[in-house]
């Protein structure tokens, strides 16, 4: 993987984002939560770690495929919540935790200390803005981290050797922080939007603070020193913390020092674009996802079994066929007979649930009968049929 590649998805990006649009205006619905379907299981626990002289209790969500008896792990955890840190759980990036179990992870999403149901308590210092000190933050998470692979690396379902880290802000700039800790504990690192900045107002960065994003790209240079470990970066243009010169400033850092980075620059994504943690982000990064597992020899999202429907379907219904692919499981596509349009329901927390929506937005948007034509990544029994109705 060459470290001084950057990877554009740009104009890709766009066509997605227009598509998106178009079928937000009444396609597709958002899912509400449920349960775990038979292709992959939930399972909620407080996870204990050891972190120093102390433990603490974490609330985690453990999403793992039925089918197999040990699974590489992959390690999420989610941004700040500093305004209201006891709403955060960890079904927050539920989706994330899904799709990553669908392509054969276990898949435990953590919150830290302090958050949600967990003991302790959030740390929150990195020094001001004319005295800085991001590492004593981002190494005090990254301690917690080390102590959570820790505690699911003694689960009986993993393979201990592979592991996948992948972090949301804050939690993106913890997982770099793991991923330069001796003996590599990371086989490659996800950051999405990830980085630390200096408010007085929660939200708000202060004004200016150049000496604390100067100590940010420094921790970056640190984390890169030496480091072989892969690992895949994405921010967008209208990220209001972490913006495209910062953002590239910190990658150049990282890679200044001999670190591994793929760089993906996204266009503006909504009004935030620090929001790439949503369900609506996932067909913009999904692909980048899947080929930077495929690159590094990682299970990555296998949807070979679809290419028989997307082939027999005319442009318009392939497009959209092909933006349901990029979007997070639990998810299922159905279309109407006799006519031609299709429908579908992404991020539930069951399968059962994603069938029933999809069903239901075909039948209201075209008042005939309708049929599931896939479920996940697999053909829906009876597809053929429903699909020779198109042709």
């Not at 620090?274 to 590094?296: C, E, V, W, Y």
């Not at 020899?297 to 429907?309: C, K, S």
């Amino acid at each position: 993987m060459a470290k001084d590649t950057d990877i554009a998805f740009v104009s890709d990006v766009m066509r997605l984002s227009r598509l998106i649009l178009l079928l937000s205006l009444g396609l597709v619905l958002f899912a509400r939560p449920g349960f775990a379907d038979t292709e992959v299981r939930e399972e909620k626990l407080l996870l204990l770690i050891h972190v120093g002289s102390h433990d603490e209790k974490i609330e985690t969500l453990v999403v793992r495929p039925v089918v197999g008896d040990r699974f590489p792990i992959a390690l999420i955890v989610n941004g700040s919540a500093a305004a209201s840190p006891s709403k955060m759980h960890p079904e927050w990036l539920a989706h994330l935790a899904h799709d990553f179990a669908h392509r054969g992870w276990l898949a435990a999403s953590i919150v830290w200390p302090g958050y949600g149901n967990s003991t302790g308590k959030f740390m929150n210092r990195a020094g001001t803005c004319a005295a800085p000190n991001v590492a004593m933050f981002l190494d005090a998470h990254g301690n917690e981290l080390a102590a959570a692979l820790t505690a699911l690396r003694k689960r009986t379902d993993v393979d201990r050797s592979v592991v996948l880290g992948v972090g949301v802000s804050i939690g993106g700039a913890s997982i770099l922080d793991l991923s330069a800790r001796p003996g590599r504990p990371l086989t490659a690192a996800i950051n999405i939007s990830g980085g630390v900045y200096h408010y007085d107002r929660v939200g708000v960065p202060t004004p200016g603070c150049a000496l604390f994003k100067a100590d940010l790209v420094g921790n970056m240079a640190r984390f890169g020193k030496d480091n072989p470990t892969p690992t895949l970066w994405f921010y967008a243009a209208n990220d209001p913390y972490f913006g495209p010169d910062l953002a590239r400033r910190m990658v150049a850092a990282y890679r200044s020092r001999g670190g591994q980075a793929d760089f993906v620059a996204l266009p503006p994504f909504g009004t935030d674009g620090h929001t790439l943690f949503k369900q609506k982000a996932s067909p913009l990064m999904a692909p980048g996802i899947d080929a930077f597992l495929r690159r590094n020899g990682l299970p990555a999202m296998d949807d070979a079994a679809l290419t028989p429907i997307l082939s027999r379907l005319g442009p318009a219904d392939r497009a959209s066929a092909e933006l349901y692919l990029k979007n997070d499981a639990e998810k299922a596509m159905a279309m109407p007979e006799k006519a031609r349009g299709i429908y579908w329901h992404y991020g539930a927390r069951s399968l059962d649930d994603a069938r029933k929506q999809a069903l239901a937005t075909c039948q209201k948007a075209t008042s005939r009968k309708c049929h599931l034509v896939a479920e996940n990544t697999h053909p829906a029994d009876g597809w053929q049929r429903v699909v020779a109705g198109k042709e």
